[in-house]
């Protein structure tokens, strides 16, 4: 069984965004805002410099009962004892990774459109991440935008919780969570602010109202 988790608000780190303020204070005003949950993106990063990352991560977040999954790396994810890693459609496949890393942590897989959808294994998946709503400049490979309704329609064929992603800030996070999300993952609403706490606290606050 996996440990737990919750991705009412998942951050999403990025090394140019978090650059200027320096990674760990970044996540550390955010989750103080009210993150629930981190993943760690950095895909140009070094093995042996992205498992530094991790560990710095780890220490700052688990005595906060907070979740760190990385990106892709499944190595990286074992040697720093991060909770769990968040996979591509052409990364590791899930179960493969599940055998890696066992039952307790986490897997997380992106979905965009049924086609994907198709053809994921979602045994082994413990949340999906889908999207982008919106198009986004911090991830280049990316698929084509799905928007609101995209994400609604595909929403009721995923049997697992569901986090959006893609461009989401303040202005959408309402909109996604009324569509069936169980969170939403943003980059940089949060990682771009100049005050961190300031705008996770706000998207909080926005899905907070969108469940009621």
């Known amino acids: 069984m996996p440990r737990p988790f919750d991705l009412t608000l998942y951050l999403v780190t990025d090394p140019l965004q978090t650059a200027a303020r320096g990674l760990l204070r970044t996540v550390e005003e955010a989750v103080a805002g009210g993150v629930t949950l981190v993943q760690l993106r950095d895909p140009h990063a070094k093995g042996r410099d992205l498992a530094e990352q991790a560990r ?14 990385v990106n892709d790396r499944i190595d990286v994810a074992l040697a720093a004892d991060a909770d769990g890693v968040h996979l591509g ?35 082994a998946v413990d949340y999906v991440g889908t999207g982008p709503v919106r198009a986004t400049g911090t991830k280049t490979d990316a698929g084509a935008a799905i928007g609101v309704a995209g994400f609604a329609a595909l929403r009721p064929h995923l049997p697992v919780p569901v986090v959006g992603i893609g461009g989401i800030d303040l202005s959408l996070a309402a909109a996604v969570i009324r569509s069936g999300a ?20 706000r998207l909080r606050e926005e899905i907070a109202a969108a469940r009621i």
Do not use: F, Y
């Open 56 to 69: 710095g991560l780890v220490a700052l977040l688990r005595p906060r009962g907070i979740p760190l999954i």
């Open 89 to 123: 459609q052409d990364d590791l496949a899930p179960a493969d990774a599940r055998a890696m890393l066992g039952p307790e942590r986490i897997v997380g897989l992106s979905v965009g459109t049924l086609d994907e959808l198709a053809a994921s294994d979602l045994a």
């Open 182 to 201: 169980d969170g939403i993952a943003v980059v940089s609403a949060i990682c771009a602010a100049p005050d961190a706490r300031t705008a996770a606290r």
